[in-house]
């Protein structure tokens, strides 16, 4: 849905478009893809099937799901070098083979242990149930979720199925029994002390957000089990069969005390021995084993340890590495000479590589927990990556899930109303680095407006011609001050210099304003900070707008000082088309061809801060010799959608 592609792949697509213009294509590496595996996705087979009469197979499920996604992305301008599908080729064989690999690594140096657990099984349905067959209320202190699965919650808290308060199948609305199964589980508390480490380290690296410092923080804290006042007299009738722990009375105001432990199993016997003496509890945020495998047929195989096989891997951990096998999947599908290197090790170890991970804020405990201690413990030279953290954006000022009861519109149906430039710049402006943003589209906006007087009836706001659309702040910018700017230039060269470019040099202050805006646009989009980088070109180019202004009207009938403005204006133009170039690409390209260069020479930022001339010269031209593209009357660079129009 929409916040897919707004909150994460537009983000994603801005900065690899940044890297690929500011250190070269060929050193830079943008891949993606499907979940093909999990319970999810069996789940939503099984109700399409069931409810839809659906014949194809769950494979055909997952490739028809892969491709909208795919259009979806091709339509948003989403540049991936590749998008594929853990369970879909060319990624499927080369993800099978890295996981088998992992795993067998992970167990041959110590970090899997075999655990047996319980898990939900639906006696009247007669089958275990994978985890999004079970539904209940998040265990975790503090967590108001009531859309929780067998083992993590709608917010991304952990706990074991044992934990979920009133568990229903969703087979059968009967409650699910536990029963005992055997899987592979990765030792994460033995990596408490690296992980703060860590996190020591990226509270010094400006990259990252500290709210993915805050957030795993905590979960590196003490196993904790918090018990209601009103259960006082039954725990500490039992209190003495728990294992060693500190008791802490409730603090003013709050009606329940902690028990915190050292060890995670100890807080484990001890709720077994809570439950007994019928002492109701919650949980807190801790670092647990983290799950490896699973007993659900649609998975990646896992590899047969110690004769326990017929077991798929779960879809997060397969996922967490699934980046590494697209990454060796895009290398050996490439052209000989596209990349600087085809080993994925130079990607992901060499110390001259860094790797960039764009994920929702509730996503953290896997990329920036699980994942780094499991990158540790395999132990083949990963560094860890910066995790690009973004807070969700929310649908008319509700978060919206396609899962949840505010449907959020797909992100293709948007463009019924609206160009991918527009949204891009729009999402890209939200600041999402920050805080969580509503995104209100005026077409999709059902609050009353006012009441009509003639009629008495209500309006809706997307009824409403008074109420401006917040979705189009943001592409004023391009339908007017942009292409303005490049209009006035090549419209002014048409009649001014018989198409060719300005033979004079820019003003020394505007080719420092060009260097300015460049340097600080360079900062921020390193950083992560669209919103205030797009806000610096806006700025400029609006400077160079009212300069073009002033000096060509104070030049009527003054031939050179005509060219003069023009000369300032072509150099503002074409550093306001580079700077945009990863936001809103398809427009930037359409200048960047009118003004007669080549793109992999006007995008290269080794000539940033070239002059005109400067970058003529690169290209074996001259000003004077160097033709532009003539345009035809009222061109725009950057079109209202269609729907706009009409409204106007």
Known sequence: HFGHVGGVFVPADFFARFLRDRIGAENVLFVSGTDCYGSPIMEG????????GYAGSISDYVRENHDAQREALDAYDISLDLYSGSGLEPAKGIHEKLTAEVITRLYERGHLRRMSTRQFFDAQAGQFLN????????PVRGCKSEKAYADECDLGHQFDPEELISPVSQLTGTTPELRPVDNWYFDLPAFEGELKALMDEWDLDEQVRPIVTKTVRESLVAPVIYVQDKFRAAFDSARDQLPDHTLREAEKGQQ???????????RDEARG?????????????????????GNIEWGVPAPELEGVGSLTVWCWPESLWAPISFTQAALATSDEGRYSSRDWRDWWCDDDARVYQFIGQDNIYFYCVAQPALWKALDWGLFQDTPVANYHILFMNKKASSSGKVKPPMAAEL???????????????????QRAVSFSPKPYDTSVSHRDRKTGRDVLVRDDPRVVDPALKESAFLTNIFNRLARSCLYGTQSACAGHLPTLAAHDDVMAACREVTLRFERLAHGFDAHNALAAVDAFARAANKRWGEASKAAQGDDVAYEQALADAFQALRTVTLLMHPATPSGCEKVCEHLGFDSDLFFDWEHAFDSIAQLCQAQGTTPATHQTVGLPPRFDFFERHPSQIRQR
């Not at 985890?131 to 998040?138: A, E, K, L, S």
């Open 415 to 433: 463009l019924d109303n609206y160009t991918p430039e527009q949204l891009r710049c729009h999402w890209l402006s939200l600041g999402l680095d």
């Open 45 to 52: 087979f099984r109700t399409r099937v069931k409810d839809e």
């Open 131 to 138: 985890g999004r067959q079970v539904m209940g209320h998040c």
């Open 256 to 266: 329940s005390f902690s028990v915190e432990f050292s060890r995670w199993q100890d």
């Open 273 to 293: 021995i809570l439950e007994a003496a019928g002492v109701r509890f919650r949980t807190g945020k801790c670092l647990l084993p983290f799950r490896i495998t």
